[in-house]
């Protein structure tokens, strides 16, 4: 899904819904994320597989991930940083999002949770 520049691809398929800014319980959260995602053979994160967010360090969604003390792993495709979020940095990062005030923050939180098959509502 692009939402205000996210370069996250959305999954199609039943959401999770849940009101925004909600996370659920990490057991709750790991075993969603370990689940086949709709229409597809294999789960939204599977173990030991890390979460990969491209953004440039310019960008709306670099400036916020800077704020959250995100740090990029590496370079991805046209110059982007690369994050790579093991499940626990995922979660964390996640709630923080949620919380924020800021709405480019809550609005890249409610995409990382659309990939992850859960609806902000």
């Known amino acids: 899904m692009?939402?205000?520049g996210h370069a996250l691809a959305r999954r199609y398929g039943h959401a999770k819904s849940m009101t925004f800014g909600v996370v659920p319980a990490y057991?709750?959260?790991?075993a969603?994320?370990?689940?086949?995602?709709?229409?597809e053979d294999?789960?939204?994160l599977a173990a030991g597989q890390?979460?990969?967010?491209?953004?440039h360090a310019n960008s709306e969604d670099g400036r916020i991930l800077r704020k959250m003390r995100v740090e990029p792993s590496g370079v991805g495709q046209?110059?982007?940083?690369?994050y790579e979020l093991t499940?626990?940095?995922?979660?964390?990062?996640?709630?923080k999002l949620g919380q924020s005030s800021d709405d480019e923050a809550m609005s890249l939180g409610s995409s990382i949770m659309a990939n992850l098959g859960y609806e902000w509502i």
């Open 2 to 4: 692009r939402r205000h």
């Open 78 to 82: 046209y110059g982007k940083n690369r």
């Open 27 to 30: 057991k709750e959260f790991l």
């Open 87 to 95: 499940e626990k940095q995922l979660y964390s990062l996640i709630k």
């Open 42 to 44: 294999r789960p939204y």
């Open 50 to 55: 890390t979460f990969a967010i491209e953004a």
């Open 32 to 39: 969603h994320i370990r689940s086949n995602a709709p229409d």
